[in-house]
């Protein structure tokens, strides 16, 4: 069982920005794909980036540019700095392990200002 713990949400003004940091319980050197997902209210949850094991990223056409994921095996933590945040992205934001099995972090709040 690999537990997921996020950190780095908060409230802030539309342009800012902010980094999320997600730490796993044990190696993520053996974790394939790990990513960050989003789900504002009353939408589904969807991904907003993701990240192979050899470091290959994938971003959704929306964040491109502006987010960057990037992970540090040594310190098992995944990170997604999110820039020039606008008011529509303020969502719970979710730090998963996608492969080789599927876990989930318990989510952190971000909150844009217009």
């Known amino acids: 069982q690999v537990q997921l713990v996020e950190s780095g949400g908060g409230l802030l003004q539309a342009g800012g920005s902010l980094r999320h940091s997600c730490a796993a319980s044990?190696?993520?050197?053996?974790?394939?794909?790990m990513g960050w997902f989003r789900q504002a209210p009353g939408k589904q949850r969807g991904l907003v980036a993701s990240?192979?094991?050899?470091?290959?990223?994938t971003y959704a056409d929306s964040v491109k540019v502006r987010f960057t994921i990037s992970r540090d095996n040594a310190k098992n933590t995944v990170y997604l700095q999110m820039n020039s945040l606008k008011p529509e992205e303020t969502a719970v934001y979710y730090c998963?392990?996608?492969?080789?099995?599927?876990?989930w972090g318990q989510g952190t709040q971000v909150t844009v200002s217009s």
């Open positions: 044990g190696s993520i050197s053996r974790m394939n794909i």
């Open positions: 998963a392990v996608l492969s080789p099995a599927s876990y």
């Open positions: 990240i192979t094991s050899s470091g290959q990223t």
